[in-house]
């Protein structure tokens, strides 16, 4: 991976292994790739058009995308218990349930928003 020097560490997220035995990163724009590489690297670093269906099955793979998720979850859940996440389906529609709805659609936002950094 690039070396970020702002920080000492590096640029870049290794998203996940798939089947078909290839690693996917997720570099940000402008970053390049070191010329010093381990020989079996070297020879497949190619950059990647995300199709639909693999951007679908990097985002199952990725420990990433499930930590965000579950992120997403663990805010919700701060604010509303499952007991109250039930009861604002049975008060819907309502000034209550409307209140729920938004807080949880700012939380997955901020997932999507996550997910798109990894470019997924």
Not at 17 to 45: H, N, W
Not at 55 to 82: C, T
């Amino acid at each position: 991976m690039p070396e970020d020097p702002a920080s000492h560490g590096t640029l870049g997220t290794e998203l996940a292994t798939l089947s078909d035995g290839l690693t996917y990163v997720s570099l940000p724009d402008g970053a390049v790739l070191p010329m010093a590489q381990p020989g079996e690297i070297a020879q497949s670093i190619a950059p990647v058009n995300l199709s639909d269906a693999l951007r679908a099955e990097l985002k199952l793979a990725s420990p990433h995308v499930r930590l965000i998720n579950e992120r997403v979850r663990q805010k919700i859940g701060a604010r509303y218990s499952i007991p109250d996440e039930l009861k604002m389906l049975r008060l819907a529609p309502s000034p209550e349930s409307a209140a729920y709805n938004a807080f949880v659609e700012e939380c997955r936002e901020w997932g999507r928003v996550e997910k798109a950094a990894l470019g997924l």
